[in-house]
Every structure is written in C-alpha cells, then in structure tokens.
C-alpha cells in the first residue's frame, strides 16, 4: 500500500550546521508533497512544498529535493538554529484521475536536535 | 487573525459517551479534515471534506463520524468512544485540499 517513510527517527546536529531530513515515498503517482514542523504541544506548521513536475524549491533556510526516480524527497536546513529543534514530517498529497483526491499520507516523522 | 480552532483542547470521558469536537476556521477554506496521531505511528488521516455537505474516509474513519453543514465548521463525533481512540486529534484547513493549516490539537482521554 501507499506509505510515506523517513529515514531516521532522529537526527541530531549541532548549531550552525546544516541539515539534511530524509523522506521515501512509494505512490508514483503523487502529486504534491509537503513537509511540515511540529514543536512540543503545537500542531504541524507548514514549511515548504513541491510538486512532482520540480526537482527542487528553495524558502527561507530550507530547500526540498524530489527524486522521483527513487521516490525520495530531503529537506535541507541550512544553519540549523536551536529552534529548529521539532519533528519534521513530510506528506504525501494523493492525486487521482480527477485531480486532488483530498487525501494526504504522512511520514513516521524525524526528531531534530540542536546542539548549542 | 487567520486560524483553525478546536475545543475542547483537552477531554477525558468514559467508555460509551458520546462525544463532540469542534473545529472551525476562518479562512473561508474549502478543504477541512481530521487526524489523529499516536506515537510510533504519526499522523493519520480520519476523515475530510472537499466542501459543503461532501466528506470522505480517510484511512481510519472506524468509530468516527463527521459532518460538514457548513463551510467553516466541520466537528468530529464519536458515537460510543472506546480506549483506543485515546490520542492527539488535529483537524486542518486548506484553500483546496494542498497546503493544509492545522489546529492546536485536542487531547483525549477515554478511560
């Protein structure tokens, strides 16, 4: 069946470096995906997307790669500050023959941990 | 100030009684849905609405019921709630079923 997976549960850096989340999918047929941050007690919050049709978006400090040869999408963070720290989540957005199914799959999620 | 609203953020309730979670938003969204997330598990979908009077099943609807009367409000009913849907529900909001804005999420607790 269709699943959204990360690579690592948890992912530690320290300030200043970069970092790199890593999301796998397996639909093919996916459309759009989407990666999200949740901070303790918060909902997820939008950070950046990207349709099938890219390989690459940038935003403020982070930039998402699709791969959709391996069906594998990252995210980047770049200086990664302390409140980086989050689950990261990417998302998976089902499209059908007639466009937006309204379903989205989400990954198991990747823990960031900032070191000062 | 743009938001998804849920209440209560916190409940504990008993085994059988029926129980209403309330969503709203205020982005004259079409797109409104329900999750909930567990630990080991993430996020998973219950149920959403492309629009007024239209919902689906998401990929664990069991248990759960939706309604959307409106376009701003779309509650979660469980019927007979039982422990194993104690979890962390979020319902989200989205211009068109993409880009989805969540709530702060509510809590609950069956016993």
Redesign the interface.
């Known amino acids: 069946g269709e699943s959204v997976g990360l690579h690592l549960p948890t992912l530690s850096v320290q300030e200043g470096d970069n970092s790199i989340i890593n999301c796998a999918y397996s639909n093919s047929a996916s459309d ?1 995906f ?1 990666w ?1 941050k949740q901070e303790s ?6 950070i950046i ?1 990207i349709r099938s049709n890219m390989d690459k978006r940038q935003g403020q400090r982070v930039t998402v790669l699709l791969n959709k040869t391996v069906k594998h999408l990252s995210l980047q963070i770049a200086a990664t500050q302390p409140g980086d720290s989050a689950v990261y ?1 990417c ?1 998976e ?1 089902m499209w059908g023959g007639s466009g ?10 990747t823990t960031l941990q900032v070191k000062p | 100030e743009a938001q ?1 609203t849920q209440n209560p953020r916190y409940l504990i309730t008993v085994t059988g009684k029926k129980l209403t979670v309330t969503c709203s938003q205020n982005m004259n969204h079409e ?1 409104m ?1 329900w ?1 909930r997330q567990d630990p ?6 219950i149920y ?3 629009n007024v009077e239209v919902t ?1 099943k ?2 664990v609807p069991e248990g759960y019921k939706v309604s959307r009367k409106e376009k701003r409000n779309f509650p979660l009913i469980l019927e007979s709630p039982s422990p194993n849907q104690t979890s962390l529900y ?1 319902c ?1 909001s989205s211009p ?10 509510t809590r609950l607790t069956v016993l």
């Open positions: 759009y989407i999200y007690g918060k909902g997820p919050q939008f997307d989540f998302a957005n937006n199914t309204g379903k989205l799959i989400f990954g198991q999620g | 998804v797109y849905s999750y080991g598990l993430g996020l998973r979908q959403y609405s492309m689906d998401g990929d979020f989200a068109q079923g993409d880009t989805q804005y969540f709530g702060p999420g």
